[in-house]
């Protein structure tokens, strides 16, 4: 039974968090997290849609790999990287745990899969957090094509206005728990995100609307599964994941 770390690198697309476009070939991007999980003696796999063949000779190893993709233009890569991690794991067989990341922005810090708070969850979602309410400026405006799509999306606002702020830059869990989440994630997307026209990609408001709504008693964030976002503590090895 293998453990994995997934992680999707999009390029050539207008990217709405770093408001630019990432350069094709840039193994920096991806470079620390990279060699954070193969640290951690971790398998990692990094889809991708424009690293060069000799890039992804020169930087794979027995624990890093690259999977090169098709990337669909009708939903933002933040949401699309959910498909590609979707039917990369319906593939698969002997996977135990898994978690999905951010590329760019965080990094392995202790491999979460042997901690005694993973092994003894195995029907548990793992995921990042924020300081911040779901109640929050920002969401507001993020969540208001979902709002307009989905009947129940202003009543989850309100019901969970206080909670914690959770992000989908790091998820996880056992397999069979976070495959089911992530098969319904898609179709909240499928369904409900498909044509969203907004600025905002959705992935957040989907991610914790799902959370919350159908897996919010067996939630676990925040530390010892993420640093604080954005804090930059890059020095801290308590936690799993340093996120910013």
Request: charged residues 20%; negative net charge.
């Amino acid at each position: 039974m293998q453990h994995l770390v997934l992680a999707c690198h999009i390029t050539g697309v207008y990217d709405v968090n770093r408001n630019m476009t990432l350069a094709d070939d840039s193994y920096d991007l991806v470079q620390e997290w990279a060699e954070s999980v193969a640290a951690a003696k971790l398998k990692g796999v990094i889809f991708h849609n424009n690293f060069s063949d000799e890039n992804c000779a020169r930087y794979s190893n027995e624990y890093i790999s690259f999977e090169r993709i098709m990337y669909n233009p009708a939903f933002n890569p933040n949401v699309y990287r959910y498909f590609v991690y979707r039917d990369y794991l319906a593939k698969i067989t002997q996977v135990q745990g898994v978690f999905v990341t951010d590329v760019s922005d965080v990094t392995l810090a202790q491999n979460p899969f042997i901690h005694p708070l993973f092994t003894a969850n195995p029907d548990s979602l793992f995921c990042g957090d924020e300081p911040k309410t779901l109640h929050n400026e920002w969401m507001l405006a993020h969540a208001e094509h979902l709002r307009g799509q989905m009947e129940d999306y202003a009543a989850y606002e309100e019901r969970f206005a206080s909670e914690a702020l959770l992000n989908c830059g790091v998820f996880g869990g056992s397999f069979p728990l976070f495959f089911d989440f992530l098969q319904q994630l898609c179709a909240l997307h499928e369904t409900y995100n498909h044509s969203n026209k907004t600025a905002y990609t959705g992935d957040m408001g989907a991610f914790n609307y799902l959370a919350r709504t159908r897996f919010n008693a067996n939630l676990h964030h925040g530390a010892p599964v993420n640093t604080i976002f954005k804090a930059y503590e890059n020095d801290r090895t308590d936690c799993w994941f340093r996120h910013k």
